[in-house]
């Protein structure tokens, strides 16, 4: 063999050497964990759709690893509290994160002051579902389809309002944006969570309600409200008469929030893969999927890239809705 290439054999060696401890090390801590307990916090009360969702996840979790999975409810700052938490905890598996877009993304373009970037501070383990936004009406509002809406609002400016359940939420930035997209305007109304918003709209006091589905399937099927059109790319099952907005004549519009499993950056890679494998399994399955449509989601499922693929959409969708609307929760 040349003198050139039995050094570069030698180099070879080496370098597999130095490899070698480190995935070894890997490997091993993979076999042993879960060795006990691991936290999952939510960065929403419990009961919040957020919550319910972690809850169905860590229970197929505990039958798949033979531990305990325990949730950990941390709400404050748009969710904020817990994703810093998340983030500052040992990468080891012991600390996961489930969480809707907000921490995981959109947080980012709403406040000027945050101790982590989602985008870097996070391993993505799984992506798991997404929830569509409603666009619902009272009743007496002249308007059977979301282009008539736009037509009354474009024809009687000052008379629409529109109810959120949060300044800087979801639905705040789809009101904001279905506006620009469509060219017309509505007096936005921020509400403290969705109950108080779907009262409110059931009674007429605000005459839209942008916001998340689940509070008004019933509500729509008792006709105490008009649901217009749903935001994700695809009906909601649970209301599968009302079209999106594609269909109702704003193509590309896709408003959905999602749901994630993630970590502490730095999570040892097999650990990633065996949580994600378990996540999609039950996303996937039959029973995960009836579970989700429980609480208004639609499975998804997806490993690290799909929920990478999610955060840039976000940040390239409401980057300039949330500029242009100057909507900061600093």
Do not use: C
Request: aromatic share 8%; net charge neutral; proline share 8%.
């Amino acid at each position: 063999m040349p003198i050139m290439s039995r050094r570069a054999f030698a180099a070879t060696l080496a370098g597999a050497g130095a490899l070698a401890p480190s995935l070894l090390t890997q490997s091993a801590f993979a076999q042993s964990w879960p060795a006990r307990s691991v936290t999952m916090f939510v960065p929403f009360p419990a009961g919040a759709s957020t919550d319910v969702v972690a809850r169905f996840l860590a229970e197929k979790l505990r039958a798949e690893f033979g531990q305990g999975f325990v949730i950990d409810n941390r709400p404050g700052a748009g969710g904020n509290l817990a994703a810093g938490m998340v983030t500052r905890a040992t990468p080891d598996g012991y600390t996961l994160f489930v969480s809707s877009s907000g921490p995981l993304a959109t947080n980012k373009l709403l406040y000027k002051s945050m101790n982590f970037d989602p985008t870097t501070d996070f391993e993505p383990i799984a992506l798991i579902g997404d929830v569509n936004v409603v666009i619902a009406v009272h009743p007496s509002v002249p308007a059977k389809t979301l282009a008539e809406l736009i037509a009354y609002g474009k024809a009687n400016p000052g008379k629409l309002t529109f109810g959120s359940p949060g300044y800087g939420l979801m639905g705040h930035m789809v009101g904001e944006l279905l506006q620009r997209t469509a060219g017309f305007t509505m007096t936005h109304v921020p509400y403290r969570g969705s109950a108080p918003l779907a009262a409110d709209v059931t009674s007429g006091v605000v005459n839209v309600a942008i916001d998340f589905l689940q509070p008004y399937i019933e509500l729509a099927k008792a006709g105490n409200v008009r649901a217009l059109a749903v935001t994700a790319d695809a009906r909601a099952p649970q209301l599968p008469e009302v079209p999106t907005l594609n269909e109702s004549g704003l193509p590309g519009f896709n408003a959905a929030s999602w749901f994630a499993l993630v970590g502490p950056k730095g999570l040892p890679q097999p650990v990633v893969e065996s949580l994600s494998k378990a996540a999609n399994a039950w996303v996937r399955s039959d029973e995960g999927k009836a579970q989700l449509e429980k609480v208004g989601m639609r499975a998804i499922g997806g490993g690290p890239e799909a929920i990478r693929k999610a955060q840039a959409s976000e940040f390239a969708k409401w980057a300039e809705v949330v500029k242009e609307a100057k909507i900061s929760l600093d």
